[in-house]
Every structure is written in C-alpha cells, then in structure tokens.
C-alpha cells in the first residue's frame, strides 16, 4: 500500500528565511502534486511534477521530483506571511495525501 | 475561484439519515473526483468518475455511492450516517482522465457534513 509521508508536520518560521519541506513515498510512482490549503477553505493546485528530476517554481516556492529516491522536496525562499498555509503533497493519479505541513510565517 | 461549484455548504443531520451531495464541475472538464477530510483520516480520495462512468475507488464505504450524470455534475450519496462520518467532503474536477498529462485537479469549496 502507498504510503505518503510528510515532514515535519508542523514549521514555524520567521519572515526572509528559508526552508524545505520533504515528502516521502513508499512505492513506484511517477507522479506528484503538491496544494495549499489555507484555514476553512478547499484546495489549490500549487505544482504537478511528472518526471524525475521535474523542477518547478512559482513566486518563493519551488518543487522538485526525485523518483529514484521517492522524494519531492517544497523549498521555501525568503518566507512572507501570505505564505501561512497547510501544504500537502499527494502522489499517484488517484492522490494518496501525505498529512499535510502547517507552516506559520512570522513576523 | 476554481470554477467548481459544490451544494450545500454545510449539512446537519442525524446518525441513520441520508444525505446528498453535488458537485458542479469546471465547464468542459470531463473528469470529477470526491475526497473526504477530517481530522481523524486527513484527505482521502473516495471516487473518481470520467464521462459517466466510475474509473476508480479509493477508500469509500459501502454505505457511500456516487455518480456522475449526462450533463458531468456528479453527486454524492452518503447513507446510514455515523457520528464518524463528520467531515468535509470536497469534490474536484480536471479535464483529463486520471492519468493524462493535463490531469490537474482542481477543487470546489466543500461541503461540511455535520452528523449529530
């Protein structure tokens, strides 16, 4: 059974730095996504990496694909308060969901 | 707004009752998925339709059943409600059958179901 896990769970981090969020997987699959989901609201598509080695950027966040090593990695640059979410990776065309990572920006 | 719509908003009822679900999806997309979250599970995918017909399972129970129409809505019936089945079930559609290149979900606003 695919297992989806995500670290850590919950970060807390101060505006301008910069972390990595980590999203591991237990079997074969060449797909992943990765949404926000910010308090009381639905989903938003944020990266879809297809491919080993796929890297993707949107504004402060960048996604990569490790199939090889069943990793993808949502790196955070120089963090802004909007960025306050929960951030969920989900592999597999039928979504597997890891728990989620609920990031708090701080001043 | 992603362009999915989902009816109701929120839902109380009681344990036994039966409930409906709709979703709306994205004009065009052909493709409608149904999730559940709750603090318990997390997110978890329950079923996918594509043009009608069911494609795929993922961890839905067999008092749950869905179906997705001619005109693509798709509803959600959940039956025999339990306190457990307290949730948000949140519905997404995408263009492409599960598996294409163009197979980005993109997801209604939920429905919170509350049993009591």
């Known amino acids: 059974e695919l297992k989806v896990e995500q670290n850590p769970l919950f970060l807390s981090m101060q505006e301008g730095k910069n972390y990595t969020i980590y999203c591991n997987y237990s079997?074969?699959?060449?797909?992943l996504y990765w949404y926000r989901q910010d308090p009381g609201k639905s989903l938003e598509s944020l990266f879809v990496?297809?491919?080993?080695?796929a890297v993707k950027q949107e504004g402060r966040l960048m996604a990569s694909l490790d199939t090889k090593a069943r990793l993808s990695t949502l790196h955070i640059t120089a963090a802004v308060h909007d960025l306050s979410a929960t951030y969920f990776c989900a592999v597999d065309m039928y979504m597997r969901f890891g728990a989620g990572t609920r990031l708090t920006v701080k001043p | 707004d992603s362009g999915v719509t989902q009816t109701p908003k929120h839902l109380i009822t009681a344990t036994g009752q039966r409930v409906t679900l709709r979703c709306s999806p994205r004009?065009?997309?052909?493709?409608v998925y149904w999730y559940q979250q709750s603090l318990d599970q997390g997110l978890q995918f329950l079923i996918q339709y594509y043009n009608g017909e069911e494609r795929a399972k993922g961890n839905i129970l067999e008092r749950f059943s869905a179906q997705q129409f001619p005109d693509l809505h798709s509803e959600l019936n959940l039956s025999s409600l339990e306190l457990g089945d307290s949730a948000l079930y949140f519905c997404?559609?995408?263009?492409?059958?599960?598996?294409?290149?163009?197979?980005?979900?993109?997801f209604g606003p939920g429905t919170r179901l509350t049993v009591l």
């Open positions: 079997t074969t699959s060449d797909r």
């Open positions: 990496l297809l491919s080993n080695g």
């Open positions: 004009s065009g997309d052909l493709s």
């Open positions: 997404a559609s995408s263009a492409a059958l599960a598996g294409g290149v163009a197979d980005t979900q993109y």
